[in-house]
């Protein structure tokens, strides 16, 4: 059974930064696409930055430029590093891996961290 955790939210000033962290422990897998997405109250989900197990990367306009999704795959972690941060970007932020196992891919979701952008 493989599980994600994620870690790095909280409370931050307009133009400031932080570093996300998503890991996946368990055992017998290998993480293709790692994935952050991002729900603000009232809106829907949005896929923000996705990294390929080649570290093919894909960013969504809204973090164009001050977001860098990165990953360690000895870690089988994520992180999605955000900069000059804005009021706009407060919402929950998870993480999604695409996880080969020996006979199956499946897609496994973290619990979610609060990202909170406000003086």
């Known amino acids: 059974q493989v599980q994600l955790v994620e870690s790095g939210g909280g409370l931050v000033q307009p133009g400031g930064s932080l570093r996300l962290s998503c890991a996946a422990s368990?055992?017998?897998?290998?993480?293709?696409?790692m994935t952050w997405y991002r729900q603000a109250p009232g809106k829907q989900r949005e896929l923000i930055a996705s990294i390929t197990l080649q570290s093919s990367t894909v960013y969504a306009d809204s973090v164009q430029g001050r977001g860098t999704i990165s990953r360690d795959n000895a870690k089988n972690t994520a992180y999605l590093q955000m900069n000059s941060l804005k009021p706009e970007d407060t919402a929950v932020y998870y993480c999604?891996?695409?996880?080969?196992?020996?006979?199956?891919?499946?897609?496994?979701w973290g619990q979610g961290t609060q990202v909170t952008v406000s003086s």
């Open positions: 368990g055992s017998a897998f290998t993480v293709h696409t």
């Open positions: 999604k891996f695409t996880i080969l196992t020996r006979d199956k891919v499946d897609d496994y």
